[in-house]
């Protein structure tokens, strides 16, 4: 755990990684852009079996994540997810490009 600004948040802070960029894509699937430039794709699901994570199950909670200090929190901060979790935890996303 670690603490910034006043706010606690769970995992280890790692001043190399953060959130930069969130897309929620359906069922439990988030693209997540890191400040590394990388983009992984990561499935919220097996976080819901854990009491903290349960309000994530509503839709209308988890379509409506936000970035707070380069990190991913939903209903104000009350929930997060360690960045190191998103990443390790992820997988990695190719973009096709089509060319017409």
């Not at 280890?12 to 359906?26: A, F």
Request: aromatic share 12%; hydrophobic share 45%.
């Amino acid at each position: 755990m670690y603490i910034i600004d006043g706010i606690a948040y769970a995992g280890e802070l790692s001043k190399d990684i953060e959130v930069k960029k969130v897309s929620v894509l359906d069922d439990r699937i988030m693209l997540i852009t890191f400040s590394t430039g990388e983009k992984r794709l990561f499935d919220v699901s097996e976080l819901l079996r854990y009491p903290a994570f349960k309000p994530l199950e509503n839709a209308e909670i988890f379509t409506l994540p936000k970035i707070e200090r380069g990190v991913l929190v939903w209903l104000d901060g009350d929930i997060d997810i360690a960045t190191e979790t998103l990443y390790k935890n992820s997988f990695a996303y190719q973009e096709v490009i089509r060319s017409s």
